[in-house]
């Protein structure tokens, strides 16, 4: 079945940078879309961006443009999240999320929290 | 899109009914002609769950007292009868146009 771990969160100051990974298993990774989202206590759940399965198109939210990047290695069934110049406000448990059917959000990875912290 | 859930505490009596509504900025409808509107469970410290897609379809392992309607820019998630492993945060997803967004999210609790 679908499994999504994600790793490489943690505590890090204001204006660092961290890198989210995210190891896909259980379908076929290079065939489908993926995804980060986030859930913090003020502000919920946020889509922050997507590939498509070749990763020639990519999508950031507007509050993360510019700063984080996400990108996919199909031969290693890894996606990841650079996340740059980080604030306070992008403290938050992330996911990464597989759409194995279209438009499919039933996969979800455990989560990783990132502290943005001084 | 905005989405805005109602109401967003929800006490509930054991085998009552429940009903969530889910409100969208602008049509839901895509150029495909699917509508995009999932509904998600959140137990507390769990990843978010689905139990509905495009609107109305019910995931495999969701008890059917749970049930998405709806249709444009107006839904719902009804239970039917409210058991105790219901509790948690509900929240509606709109993926049809990006960047997809989500209500605030409505906590059930038991009465």
């Known amino acids: 079945q679908v499994q999504l771990v994600e790793s490489g969160g943690g505590v890090v100051q204001p204006g660092r940078s961290l890198r989210l990974s995210c190891a896909a298993s259980g379908f076929t990774f290079s065939g489908h879309a993926m995804h980060w989202a986030r859930q913090s206590p003020g502000k919920g759940l946020e889509w922050v961006a997507t590939?498509?399965?070749?990763?020639?198109?990519?999508f950031h939210v507007d509050s993360v443009k510019g700063r984080f990047t996400i990108s996919r290695d199909n031969s290693k069934n890894t996606l990841d999240l650079q996340m740059n110049s980080l604030r306070p406000e992008d403290t938050a448990i992330y996911y990464c999320?597989?759409?194995?059917?279209?438009?499919?959000?039933?996969?979800w990875g455990q989560g990783t929290l990132v502290t943005v912290s001084a | 899109v905005m989405m805005t859930q109602s109401p967003l505490s929800l006490p509930v009596t054991l085998g009552q009914p429940a009903s969530i509504s889910c409100r969208s900025s602008q049509s839901l409808v895509h150029i495909d002609a699917n509508t995009y509107l999932t509904w998600f469970q959140q137990r507390p410290g769990q990843s978010p769950r689905r139990l509905i897609y495009?609107?109305?379809n019910r995931d495999s392992g969701v008890p059917e007292r749970f049930s998405g309607s709806g249709s444009g820019t107006d839904f719902t998630l009804k239970i039917t009868r409210v058991e105790a492993g219901d509790v948690g945060i509900y929240y509606c997803m709109q993926g049809t146009h990006w960047p997809y967004t989500f209500g605030q999210g409505t906590n059930l609790e038991i009465k």
């Open positions: 999320v597989a759409e194995v059917g279209d438009r499919d959000f039933a996969h």
């Open positions: 590939i498509s399965y070749t990763g020639r198109d990519i």
């Open positions: 495009k609107v109305s």
